[in-house]
């Protein structure tokens, strides 16, 4: 198994574990969009309490990538990401940009 179907099945496992319904193929296809930055400890994860990291998310992938620019959706997305994983500290980034990519109907830019 590569790397890449490691990272894919940790997030794809995470979703199972927490109860959330998730497009694998979506998720198959952020995770290539995302690039290198799935396979560092730290740019992995999403830390939602980090409010640059949140202003960084919007502006760069909900505005930049998926063209988002409603800002109550898009805080909405990312709320909508953060209650999914609950209490759980690791948000995988793959599967929380999903579920923002999800909640504001924009899997149309990954076909």
Same mark, same amino acid.
Do not use: Q
């Given at each position: ?12 496992? &995470? ?5 959330? #319904? !998730? +497009? /694998?193929? $979506?998720?198959?296809?952020?995770? @290539? &969009? ?5 396979? #560092? !400890? +730290? /740019?992995? $994860?999403?830390?939602?309490?980090? @409010? ?6 919007? #502006? ?52």
């Amino acid at each position: 198994m590569s790397k890449f179907e490691e990272k894919v099945n940790e997030s794809l496992d &995470a979703a199972k574990t927490l109860g959330i #319904k !998730v +497009d /694998s193929s $979506l998720l198959t296809k952020v995770a @290539k &969009a995302l690039g290198p930055s799935i396979y #560092k !400890v +730290d /740019s992995a $994860l999403v830390a939602s309490s980090d @409010k640059t990291e949140i202003e960084r998310l919007k #502006k760069n992938f909900l505005e930049g990538k998926l063209g988002s620019s409603d800002d109550s959706k898009n805080n909405a997305a990312i709320a909508h990401a953060t209650k999914a994983f609950g209490s759980s500290r690791k948000k995988y980034r793959i599967l929380f940009y999903t579920l923002c990519v999800e909640f504001l109907g924009k899997s149309g830019i990954y076909k």
